[in-house]
């Protein structure tokens, strides 16, 4: 038995007739009265009492119609939310966002919304690489704005800007009233440093920020503390170490109250701040969002489009 049966059932009960029931059901009358007949002997019930004048229901009929027209109103529910489902799934963009890359990700936003109003965003926290990685793969996240790395095997990257470096020092430090610091401005200050699985990248880069300054600086890990918690906070107003970092500590507009955040001048002392979605991708809505996110990063697409030339990979 299958929901055909069911409406056939119901078609002909309520026209009381087979030649108006398949009309309705706009199929012939051989393969309605099949579907009645094969219903009847899945149930061993007879539904109806055949006669020139068309059929009428009996009475076991009659108690079984209310069942059926009730499983024909939820079928007929479960398909159109699963229509719903499937338009509001095709309308949602999942995306990740790295610490304290909110406004430049704000911008795309408000493009898709100008644009696409009929388009949901869900964000989440982009904070582990192998986390977001992996949710790009599997599809959890459609894109993810964070620093590198990325799976580039099966993942588009592409750089939108570079973000510049700064450190986190002691509200009480000398160097907390200057608008900048180089690295050998830090030398006598002992480096924090976080646990390196949260952001490979950066924790390489501030490494090799110092020994290119010829800077052996006395680390101090702290694996329960970072930058962008309370904990590091307390251990840097404290003046026990500065941290070299991205972005501003904690999520007030301002820096957290006992510290001080000081860009780095250094001319190598940023970071790649990148867009990576899925290689090949065929969502009409995922690749709409793309457009948003190069109509707002113009250079980003150019650079990107540069990259994938033909002539590019030739060399």
């Excluded at 059929?55 to 159109?80: N, Q």
């Excluded at 920020?209 to 680390?219: D, F, N, Q, R």
């Excluded at 590091?232 to 003046?239: D, K």
Aim: one cysteine or more; glycine letters at 6%; hydrophobic letters at 45%.
């Amino acid at each position: 038995m299958d929901f055909r049966h069911l409406r056939a059932f119901i078609a002909v009960a309520e026209e009381a007739s087979v030649t108006r029931a398949a009309e309705r059901l706009h199929i012939s009358q051989p393969p309605l009265s099949r579907h009645i007949r094969q219903l009847e002997e899945e149930l061993g019930v007879t539904l109806f009492v055949r006669h020139r004048h068309g059929v009428t229901i009996t009475d076991a009929g009659r108690r079984l119609l209310e069942k059926a027209r009730s499983l024909d109103a939820a079928a007929t529910d479960f398909i159109e939310t699963a229509g719903r489902s499937k338009t509001a799934d095709s309308n949602r963009i999942r995306i990740g966002i790295g610490w304290g890359l909110w406004d430049a990700v704000n911008g795309i936003r408000a493009e898709c919304a100008r644009q696409f109003p009929a388009v949901t965003i869900e964000a989440s926290d982009a904070f582990c690489i192998d986390d977001y990685n992996e949710q790009l793969r599997n599809r959890s996240l459609d894109f993810v704005f964070a620093r590198p790395a990325f799976d580039t095997s099966c993942l588009d990257v592409v750089t939108l800007f570079r973000e510049r470096l700064v450190a986190v020092v002691s509200g009480d430090s000398p160097l907390a009233a200057r608008k900048t610091v180089r690295i050998r401005d830090l030398a006598s200050e002992p480096l924090l440093l976080w646990d390196r699985h949260m952001m490979p990248v950066l924790f390489d880069k501030v490494l090799d920020l110092y020994a290119k300054a010829g800077i052996a600086p006395k680390t101090i890990p702290t694996p329960a503390a970072g930058p962008h918690n309370h904990a590091g906070i307390m251990t840097v107003a404290s003046g026990n170490g500065v941290y070299v970092c991205i972005g501003i500590p904690l999520t007030s507009p301002r820096p957290a109250g006992g510290v001080a955040v000081v860009p780095i001048s250094d001319p190598d002392a940023t970071i790649d701040v990148c867009v990576a979605w899925r290689k090949s991708e065929s969502s009409s809505t995922v690749l709409r969002f793309l457009d948003c996110v190069w109509q707002v990063y113009p250079a980003a697409r150019h650079a990107a489009a540069i990259a994938r030339s033909p002539s590019r990979r030739a060399s």
